[in-house]
Nanobody
Framework: QVQLVESGGGLVQAGGSLRLSCAAS?????MGWFRQAPGREREFVGA?????????YYTDSVKSRFTISRDNAKNTVYLQMNSLKPEDTAVYYCAAALTGAGPDARYEYWGQGTQVTVSS
């Protein structure tokens, strides 16, 4: 069983930045970020393969604004969010998979979620 602990999030004005962190209690293969806005389905944001030079993946709406980085030794993944927009407002969830990569990985473990609110 892998436990995920998220941190970061909060309230920021449009154009601002936030950084989310997610620490896993054990080794995983892929760690990803999802988000869910009120009244909308949960959507994939990005993911990273937790290996040296592992690939990273992003949904189109966040490319060039969000960056995923990782500390493999700490089993931790980060989501740096820049140029935030009001439409980025959502609860952001960290997820971990033992197999697969990117949006199609088999995400078995989930964090508790952290609220990100972007004001206009």
């Amino acid at each position: 069983q892998v436990q995920l602990v998220e941190s970061g999030g909060g309230l920021v004005q449009a154009g601002g930045s936030l950084r989310l962190s997610c620490a896993a209690s054990g080794r995983t293969y892929t760690m990803g970020w999802f988000r869910q806005a009120p009244g909308r389905e949960r959507e994939f944001v990005g993911a990273a393969v937790m290996r040296w030079s592992g690939n990273t993946y992003y949904t189109d709406s966040v490319k060039s604004r969000f960056t995923i980085s990782r500390d493999n030794a700490k089993n931790t993944v980060y989501l740096q969010m820049n140029s935030l927009k009001p439409e980025d407002t959502a609860v952001y969830y960290c997820a971990a998979a033992l197999t697969g990569a990117g949006p199609d990985a088999r995400y078995e473990y989930w964090g508790q979620g952290t609220q990100v609110t972007v004001s206009s």
